[in-house]
């Protein structure tokens, strides 16, 4: 129905950065909102940062002011910038949306496959 495939994951030495991004595509009415979620090893997942179809924004505190969430709408896709990278956002990113399907009539949560990134010198 729904699939979100995810990139730009990758080895970055602390300070360095790297660009998410995330498009959706398959069959559904529209997309309310899209986020990145990320899970270390050992830690639960949290919500690193989130964006509504009207521009509205969420981050975590541990990432605020380094990193930047935007769409691009008329693809169906989400970036996330992440800038001063250091060694405590080593994990796996998901990709998150949350879609209204073709008849309108229900809101799911879909999630991307993860990618990884590593911050380490």
């Known amino acids: 129905q729904v699939q979100l495939v995810e990139s730009g994951g990758g080895l970055v030495q602390p300070g360095g950065s790297l660009r998410l991004s995330c498009a959706a595509s398959?069959?559904?009415?529209?997309?309310?909102?899209m986020g990145w979620y990320r899970q270390a090893p050992g830690k639960q997942r949290e919500l690193v940062a989130a964006i509504t179809t009207g521009g509205t924004t969420n981050y975590a505190d541990s990432v605020k002011g380094r990193f930047t969430i935007s769409n691009y709408k008329a693809q169906n896709t989400v970036y996330l910038q992440m800038n001063s990278l250091k060694p405590e956002d080593t994990a796996v990113y998901y990709c998150n949306a949350v879609v209204i399907n073709r008849g309108r009539d229900y809101e799911h949560d879909y999630w991307g496959q993860g990618t990884q990134v590593t911050v380490s010198s």
């Open positions: 398959g069959s559904f009415f529209s997309i309310n909102a």
